[in-house]
């Protein structure tokens, strides 16, 4: 069974630093897209983060542009968001999810929508503070 994993979450003061790890287990890992969603306190999940299969093709919110950066280690099947000048409107629930790469011609933008995932890890929380 495909387990998703996520740690690296918790209290951040403004302007600070969080790398957030999700762990893959399952036959999966080659043949899928990552992503990374959230969900803050009163709002919907959103899409944060996406990255292709082998690494090279990404995919950032504007909320994360520039602040935050995906990237996987295929070697030991694991996703990371390094999430830089950090703020309290980065409060969430962080979750780690995977997308199989279904048809030729996948891009890493479809990943935004999320009836294109097809596991979701159970979410880490990220609380900034003033």
């Known amino acids: 069974q495909v387990q998703l994993v996520e740690s690296g979450g918790g209290p951040v003061q403004t302007g600070g630093s969080l790398r957030l790890s999700c762990a893959a287990s399952?036959?999966?890992?080659?043949?899928?897209?990552m992503a990374w969603f959230r969900q803050g306190p009163g709002k919907g999940r959103e899409f944060v983060a996406g990255?292709?299969?082998?690494?090279?093709?990404?995919d950032y919110a504007d909320s994360g542009r520039g602040r935050f950066t995906i990237s996987r280690d295929n070697a030991k099947s694991t996703v990371y968001l390094q999430m830089n000048n950090l703020t309290p409107e980065d409060t969430a629930i962080y979750y780690c999810?995977?997308?199989?790469?279904?048809?030729?011609?996948?891009?890493?933008?479809?990943?935004?929508?999320?009836?294109?995932?097809?596991?979701w890890g159970r979410g880490t929380q990220v609380t900034v503070t003033f």
């Open positions: 999810a995977a997308a199989p790469i279904r048809y030729i011609g996948w891009d890493v933008t479809s990943m935004r929508r999320e009836d294109t995932i097809a596991y």
């Open positions: 990255i292709g299969p082998r690494g090279v093709s990404t």
């Open positions: 399952g036959r999966i890992w080659t043949s899928y897209g």
